[in-house]
């Protein structure tokens, strides 16, 4: 979907390929990562759909110059950071109150099947 | 299929290797939120809405991190960013609780480095660094029911505490022409990487705590016919083994898995590129995940965080508090001290270095204080399963206590029974041997006493001291030892018993 291109000066960009590559197999995979369970006709409807936004987008590429740096944010702000100094965290009781299981002071989750620890 | 020898792997093949080394800092927070960075606290109590992922929870970036981050940058030798940002890593998986990790990726802070490691026999092997990167650790999953692996398991517990503890990974380019010596190289690099983090004192370096882990890529491909250039043989397929956690495991990792590459290669099969775990118990690795399936992680810059942008003044300040290279720093010891090469080896493969270092900086003389920690206390570190640091003395300690042996108010069996106390918190070494009565008996009048006494006992020895057989005064010396428990000294006694016999010595 992107392509990286970095250079030793530390000036990296991440471009948008043109974008009517949107298939419908490309959506599926979309799909699988997200863990989103879509039928034949929800990849049908969707993949048009995404084809479209996409390609609204692409077009911000396109009027784009070569004098304009690719960003990832609108802000000119930088090195906003945080001293080293603890703050209270939550208790237990609190952290674990908005799980659906817990055991053990433990936020108890399903198998986990096919990966890796 | 048949096995190979690693030899045997390295004699018909090319090894290529490269090696990721996650390192956990020691700040007192976590990468991007305020809840503490502490190991072994109870679980799921060092969390918030940021480590938690809670909707709404807004991370911002520890200023101690990226300073630890772009030291260990410099000592690597990268150039440090101008502007670095981070992005997000996707994945599902419940250590981690916000469904991806924040890391970097096209933009790492410390890229286009290389280090010097030095081997055993002090041959230096050049390691290029492709990038040094920050990002943030996940939480500890715990597998409940079945075997208690992953496998099997009918589910799963999750403690965060550890999730969002800053980590620095870095990435070797990868390593040719090590050869023979790749299980050797490797295994310095990441010493060599442990001891520049706590000479840097960014982080504990203790990987049996998992404070610095390594995953371990190889590949092997032909050698190159005679005459021929070997970089210009394409690099086989690879296999990259997680978490090995020790630095023999790193050596053995590699055996393996160049033993068991070499194999297929042999008989015609295909090495698959993929992830495997390693086993210490059996010295093995098994297949993983295959990468081709499960590496998507669909990075993008993290919306959250605003790029680092270090200036160039902050980066040339935080370069001049760089501690020396460990492997120059050891030369420069080992002439100062005097060591043997296999003192110095010893020492610093008993991570006493700088507990030597330290006691000699407050008075020891190098010699003693190498005696102490890895002698007894050595021993008593190995006895209680601790590393040496564990111990509860001090190189002030150790370099107080030679000094009451230099001063000669104790001697070397006294000194020992004066450490025990120190061990067992008693107090300093003055305070135990005062409190324990230790001190050498230097009183003429109590030594005379005591010879005297023995000297009545046997007569039969004083005829023969005065006989002229001089060295029958042990016996006596002996009897006094025992008489004074340990504390007379014992060249002082002799010279009472020989003017007593009316004998010079």
């Not at chain 1, 939550?90 to 099947?113: C, K, W, Y």
């Not at chain 2, 081997?119 to 092997?125: P, Q, R, T």
């Not at chain 2, 692996?149 to 550890?162: C, E, F, H, K, P």
């Not at chain 2, 270090?310 to 720093?329: D, F, N, Y």
């Amino acid at each position: 979907m992107g392509e990286i291109d970095t250079n030793r000066r530390g000036v990296a960009a991440t471009r948008l390929l043109p974008m009517s590559s949107l298939e419908r197999a490309d959506v599926a995979r979309l799909a699988a990562l997200a863990r989103i369970d879509m039928t034949d006709e929800d990849l049908d409807r969707l993949s048009g759909q995404l084809a479209a936004i996409v390609d609204s987008v692409a077009k911000v590429a396109e009027v784009a110059g070569q004098d304009v740096p690719a960003t990832s944010h609108p802000i000119p702000m930088s090195n906003v950071h945080r001293a080293d100094e603890v703050r209270p965290s939550l208790a237990q009781d609190a952290a674990l109150s908005g799980a659906p299981e817990a055991e053990d002071g433990r936020f108890r989750v399903p198998q986990i099947l096919g990966e890796e620890a | 299929m048949k096995a190979l020898t690693y030899e045997q792997a390295m004699e018909q093949f090319d090894p290529v290797f490269g090696i990721e080394v996650h390192v956990e800092l020691n700040t007192a927070t976590k990468m991007f939120c305020g809840c503490a960075n502490e190991f072994g606290a109870e679980p799921n109590t060092q969390v918030c809405p940021v480590c938690l992922g809670l909707p709404g929870a807004m991370p911002v970036t520890n200023e101690k991190a990226v300073e630890s981050a772009i030291r260990l940058g410099l000592s690597l030798g990268c150039e440090i960013r101008e502007s670095s940002r981070f992005a997000r890593k996707n994945y599902f998986y419940p250590d981690l609780a916000k469904d991806y990790q924040i890391s970097q990726y096209d933009e790492p802070t410390c890229f286009e480095g290389s280090l010097d490691v030095v081997l055993d026999d002090g041959e230096v092997f050049t390691v290029g660094i492709e990038r040094a990167h920050m990002e943030e650790d996940a939480g500890k999953n715990t597998h409940k029911g079945g075997t208690g692996g992953i496998q099997g398991a009918d589910y799963s517990l999750v403690d965060y505490n550890r999730g969002g503890v800053p980590l620095v990974e870095i990435v070797t380019k990868p390593i040719t022409g090590a050869g023979a010596r790749t299980a050797e190289v490797a295994r310095a690099y990441v010493a060599t990487i442990r001891d520049i983090v706590k000479a840097l004192d960014i982080s504990d370096g203790r990987m049996e705590q998992g404070s610095v882990r390594a995953d371990v890529n190889l590949s092997l491909r032909p050698k190159a016919a005679a005459g021929e250039d070997q970089d210009a043989v394409p690099f086989g397929k690879r296999s990259e083994t997680k978490n090995v956690n020790s630095l023999r495991a790193i050596e053995r990792a590699i055996h393996h898995e160049a033993s068991r590459q070499a194999g297929l290669l042999l008989a015609g099969k295909p090495v698959v590129q993929e992830t495997r775990h390693w086993h210490e118990d059996t010295g093995s690795t098994t297949p993983g995940r295959s990468k081709e399936e499960a590496e998507d992680y669909r990075y993008f810059p993290e919306p959250d965080l605003l790029p680092v942008e270090p200036s160039r003044e902050w980066v040339e300040e935080l370069r001049g508090t760089l501690p020396e290279h460990p492997a120059k720093m050891r030369a420069r010891l080992k002439e100062e001290w005097g060591f043997s090469d296999t003192d110095m080896r010893d020492a610093v493969n008993a991570d006493a270095l700088s507990l030597i270092a330290d006691t000699v900086a407050a008075g020891a003389a190098p010699q003693s204080a190498r005696k102490w920690w890895m002698g007894e206390l050595a021993r008593t570190a190995n006895d209680r399963e601790v590393a040496l640091a564990e111990l509860p003395v001090t190189p002030a300690d150790v370099a107080e206590l030679q000094g009451l042996v230099d001063a000669g108010t104790i001697n070397d069996k006294l000194a020992r029974q004066a450490l025990e106390g120190v061990l067992a918190g008693e107090g300093s070494p003055r305070e135990v041997v005062e409190s324990r009565g230790l001190e050498v008996v230097s009183d003429d009048s109590a030594l005379e006493a005591a010879v005297d006494e023995a000297l009545a006992a046997q007569p039969d020895v004083l005829a023969k001291i005065q006989d002229g057989k001089v060295q029958a005064a042990g016996a006596i010396v002996g009897a006094v030892m025992k008489a004074t428990r340990g504390q007379a000294d014992a060249g002082r006694v002799r010279e009472i018993i020989l003017q007593r016999a009316g004998v010079e010595g």
